[in-house]
């Protein structure tokens, strides 16, 4: 005997679905009560609800070793220093530098009298130079440039720990 196709409409499936979904939702819910902190009772936050009106708070004790305090002081950028604080290199793309609390992208950096041509932002370095100033300067991420001295500050060394000498 020759095998047959039956074939439905696409209507009918559907509608089967939704029926049987609407019948499963219909059943009582089992292990609700395993939800934990999700679903609260009613109870529960009246309760919450009672605490954030009162506000509750909750003291913390911090032993005086735990604190650590660091008394060195840091080598910082003088005020109209200018520092590289970030590359985003793009390959294919335009690539972004921040240079103080500006960046190339929205092109704010003209404001301070500071030009850095998108060709000149690299990886890990950017060359800009400063109206005023006749030479190009080339800063590292975590470098600043002084034009009042005319000298660059490393200020990612004060961040690196400092080799002892001593063999673990």
Known sequence: ?????????????Q??????????????VQGAESFGRLFTSPAQRERLDAMRRAGTEIEVEVRDEELVINDTVQE????????LKGVVYRGGGASTAWVNDSNTYEGNIAA?????PET??????????????????RLRVGES??????????L??????QA?????
């Open 1 to 13: 005997m020759p095998m047959q196709t039956i074939r439905c409409p696409g209507y009918l499936v």
């Open 15 to 28: 509608t089967s679905i939704v029926l049987l979904l609407g019948l499963q939702s219909g059943l009582p």
């Open 76 to 83: 910082q950028a003088p005020l109209n220093a200018i520092t």
């Open 112 to 116: 301070q009298d500071i030009q850095v």
């Open 120 to 137: 000149r932002i690299g990886a890990d370095s950017v060359e800009m130079s400063i109206s005023g100033n006749q030479s190009v300067i």
């Open 145 to 154: 440039y002084d034009p009042a001295t005319d000298r660059k500050i490393d």
């Open 156 to 161: 990612s060394e004060d961040l690196q720990p």
């Open 164 to 168: 002892t000498g001593q063999a673990d």
